[in-house]
């Protein structure tokens, strides 16, 4: 699928921001901890979560869709995840640890690399050794056995999924695990508070050194997936781009400190309890060193967001990718057919802001993708962006979302 871009038009108005994808993934993963009925509120209807979904109905759950709410029940038929579905998103890992936990086997296809990098899962693998799980890794295919056991483990890098998949396996372990240099996402934290809802013993939640006292027995839980700070950060991202003034509602702005710390050295963006606003003044001279490290720094999702404002700006930024080892080179030449004047050296990409203009780009990951559309809507002229099959796992209509604050979107299968 293709957006058939008119740029130029600067954006205005308001838009609700839904529940963020990595939530959902992760607490659908942790439904598995238990057969009682899980209920998750605020889930959006995005391709990567229907897949997810599809997934654990194909191992025996149960699950229900009521507009954004999702019912999980009942317990697996199966440990042995379907290649065909497995590896249709990254998010399907998440399924290793709650499984490994509540049924002390698993078979899952890896899904492999992607276009922002190789993706290993060495974290996730010597963690469950750590608790005393026999792991046997055959490149694309994973197979896990034994009851985990409660250890001390220190994650050599603060692995979002890692550290998700860590969390389920010690909350039903026996005896008591110390997790160290732990995830702190918001989405890891919403993992940790609904496992403490569902009766698991954590203490430290929020922190980066977990202690988790391994219980029998889960319990259901009702839960609410928080706000996708992306999404928030994408809409914000193109209003600036076009140099226009948006709010964004039902966001959490405490979420967003790192990105608004960036916007603010161009634009003006006001915080209240639930919405972020952004108004234009001129065109911003640039936004100096920015490097993406793990949460509450700067984010790698919102690294394509920033590439693109940068390249539309009226002066020099440099952007360091440290987390993945692809995921500025193929950004950065796209938006250099529009005009832009990047040069990506390793993971540093030295960017002179430029007038851009249209173009036909092609997306190759899901946020790299948002970033190719907002370039658009700044650029003068009508650009196609391809690949959008990409942009839709993650986003929910992000064309409609954006022609409702004034954009000239039009979809082209
Ligand atoms: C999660 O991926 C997110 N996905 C990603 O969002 C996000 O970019 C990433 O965290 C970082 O914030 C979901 O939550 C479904 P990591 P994850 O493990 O867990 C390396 C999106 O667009 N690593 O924190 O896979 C890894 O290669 C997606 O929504 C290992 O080397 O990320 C990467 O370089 C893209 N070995 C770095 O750590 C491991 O065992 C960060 O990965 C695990 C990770």
Same mark, same amino acid.
């Given at each position: 699928m293709d957006y058939i871009i008119s740029g130029g038009n600067s954006l205005s108005g308001e838009i609700a921001v839904y529940g963020a994808k990595n939530c959902a993934l992760a607490l659908f993963g942790a439904? #598995? @901890?238990? *057969?009682d009925d899980v209920v998750l509120h605020?889930?959006? *209807?995005i391709v990567d979560v229907v897949n997810m979904l599809l997934l654990l109905q194909s191992m025996g759950k149960k699950v229900k869709r009521q507009g954004d709410t999702v019912t999980l029940c009942g317990g697996l038929t199966s440990t042995c995840a379907p290649q065909a579905l497995a590896t $249709?998103?990254? /998010?399907?890992? @998440?399924i290793l640890g709650s499984t490994v936990a509540r049924y002390h086997q698993i078979a899952l296809p890896l899904p492999g690399g992607c276009a922002i990098g190789s993706r290993p899962m060495d974290i996730h693998l010597y963690g469950l050794q750590a608790l005393g799980v026999e792991v046997l890794n055959a490149g694309d295919m994973v197979s896990c056995r034994g009851t985990p056991k409660g250890a001390y483990y220190k994650l050599r890098f603060a692995s979002v999924g890692a550290t998700e998949n860590m969390l389920c396996a010690c909350v039903m372990a026996k005896g008591s695990s110390t997790l160290v240099n732990c995830a702190v996402e918001p989405e890891v934290v919403a993992l940790e508070q609904m496992l403490v809802q569902m009766g698991a013993k954590i203490? /430290?939640? /929020?922190?980066?050194e977990l202690q988790v006292e391994g219980v029998e027995k889960l319990h259901g839980v009702e839960f609410t997936v928080i706000p996708d700070r992306i999404v928030a950060a994408t809409y914000l991202a193109a209003a600036a781009a076009t140099l226009g003034s948006v709010t964004v509602t039902h966001c959490r702005p405490q979420h967003l400190g790192a990105f608004v710390n960036i916007l603010s050295k161009g634009f003006d963006v006001d915080c209240y309890e639930n919405t972020v606003s952004l108004s234009s003044?001129? #065109?911003?001279n640039g936004y100096g060193r920015v490097e993406t490290a793990p949460?509450? @720094?700067?984010?790698t999702d919102m690294q394509s967001l920033l590439l693109t404002l940068a390249a539309c700006s009226r002066g020099q930024t440099i952007v360091v990718e440290?987390?993945?080892?692809?995921? $500025?080179e193929h950004n950065a030449s796209e938006l250099n057919k529009m005009g832009a004047d990047i040069t990506v050296k390793n993971n540093a990409a030295t960017v002179i802001g430029k007038r851009l203009h249209s173009s036909t780009v092609a997306a190759s990951d899901l946020r790299g993708g948002a970033g190719l559309v907002i370039a658009a809507l700044a650029a003068d002229g009508v650009s196609t962006v391809g690949g959008i099959e990409h942009v839709n796992r993650g986003y929910v209509d992000l064309a409609g979302s954006l022609n409702k604050l004034g954009a000239d979107i039009t979809e082209k299968n």
């Open positions: 439904s #598995i @901890l238990t *057969d605020n889930c959006s *209807d $249709l998103l990254r /998010g399907s890992a @998440l203490s /430290g939640v /929020g922190s980066s003044r001129n #065109i911003p949460y509450p @720094l700067f984010p440290n987390l993945f080892e692809n995921r $500025l």
